[in-house]
């Protein structure tokens, strides 16, 4: 952890627990009730995380560019920047996991935070055992564990998952954290077919299957990027009335 971390650990009271491993994943909270940082602290500490806090969205930004999270976790309603501007600076920099916590259960905040690029979305009050099982999931998802390989290179498309950089044949290519997260999910099942409500689940953390329309919006994108959209050809292949495949080259 970051001199600056640790002092804004102190400064906020949150001493790290001596038990909690130096390359335990690093979640930064964004809140700005300390009855709930305290008890986001004593759930996640207990599960082994490091931690940091920010009390508004100014400071949040600020932290984030600091200490480069594994994970943020954002309120919606903070002073001065508010969860929806913080969502939005985080994703034109990072494809961080974001998990944002709300008070108000309402449907469209859901949409408009998965639409915005967060991860996860959990309206207050909340189960501690729901908040630590979500957060395990999206670290899992976005973290490739140490036997998941770094490259992936088939001659013609290559991506190094750590950089987050994608070529096709020799040619950079820029695409959105979304994009990326589906090509990501589409090379690691390579030949196989994936249903739309299973992209949905390992790309979106959507398991409620309700943004199908997402996945075809970004099939479509992803496949212009790389210079596939011709649908006969394209190596992302439309399986009819099921989903979608990534074929590999012939050797
Ligand atoms: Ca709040």
Redesign the pocket.
Known sequence: MSPASEALLRRRGGERSPEVEPDAPFVLVV???PDIWRSLQIILGRAGYRLGWAVDGAEGLKAFNDQRPDLVVV?I??PKVDGWVVLERIRQMSSVPVLLLTARGLESDKVRGLLGGADDYLTKPYSNDELVARLGRLLRRCRPGPEAPRLYDDGRLRIDFLEHSVEVEGRSVELTPTEFRLLAVLVRHADTVLSVPRLLELGWSDISGAGRGRVKFSVLSLRRKLGWGDVITSPVETVRGFGYRYRPPAL
């Open positions: 809140e700005d009730d309120d309603g903070l």
